[in-house]
């Protein structure tokens, strides 16, 4: 443990506090990892964090991801955060786990529109990506393409997005 995760997940998590506290709904950070398996044991760190910290409860994260759950959870549990995709979209999470691909779904497709009714402008506030690394050549110019247009889609002025990428490889 190089303790990479909690230089961004603390301040994020305190972020989420403080909009939870002033009733703002809608999806406050975005975390992309490379790989679904790294994302779910990510999101169980998370659910323990937000049920074991009293004064972050009430905050919700949500695990999208391509694999179907064989018992999709609706609500957080101290191990498992929200993984029914139905009902993210109709309320969505404060913190989304994902991988590109599904944030690209996410803003294209029709039928997940719902996971961003909350989203004006200013509400997204970090955006992580995990083991940057990995995202080199056409992979990393699609995740830079797939970023300005989340920018774009949910109107996020200059200077506003938390960006952050993290890496315990250097090449």
């Known amino acids: 443990g190089s303790g990479k995760?909690?230089?961004?997940?603390?301040?994020?998590?305190?972020?989420?506090r403080q909009q939870h506290a002033q009733a703002q709904r809608g999806i406050k950070?975005?975390?992309i990892y490379p790989m679904n398996a790294l994302a779910t044991d990510q999101a169980r760190r998370i659910a323990k964090q937000i049920?074991?910290?009293?004064?972050?409860?009430?905050?919700?994260?949500?695990?999208?991801?391509?694999?179907?759950?064989?018992?999709p959870t609706s609500a957080m549990t101290a191990d498992s955060?929200?993984?029914?995709?139905?009902a993210l979209h109709k309320a969505p999470p404060?913190?989304?786990?994902?991988n590109y691909k599904m944030l690209n779904y996410l803003l294209l497709r029709p039928s997940d529109q719902g996971v961003w009714q909350h989203n004006g402008p200013g509400r997204l506030r970090f955006l992580v990506v995990d083991?940057?690394?990995?995202?080199?050549?056409?992979q990393g110019t699609d995740l830079a393409c797939l970023i300005r247009r989340l920018k774009?889609?949910?109107?996020?002025?200059?200077?506003?997005l938390c960006c952050?990428?993290?890496s315990a490889t250097l090449g």
Not at 52 to 69: C, E
Not at 131 to 138: L, R, Y
């Open 131 to 138: 083991e940057i690394h990995t995202f080199d050549g056409a």
């Open 81 to 86: 955060v929200n993984t029914d995709k139905e």
């Open 94 to 98: 404060d913190i989304l786990l994902t």
């Open 29 to 31: 950070a975005i975390l």
């Open 51 to 71: 049920h074991t910290t009293p004064s972050l409860f009430g905050l919700r994260a949500g695990l999208y991801i391509g694999a179907s759950d064989d018992t």
């Open 5 to 16: 995760t909690e230089c961004f997940l603390l301040p994020l998590l305190e972020h989420c």
């Open 152 to 160: 774009a889609r949910l109107r996020v002025a200059p200077d506003t």
């Open 164 to 166: 952050v990428g993290t």
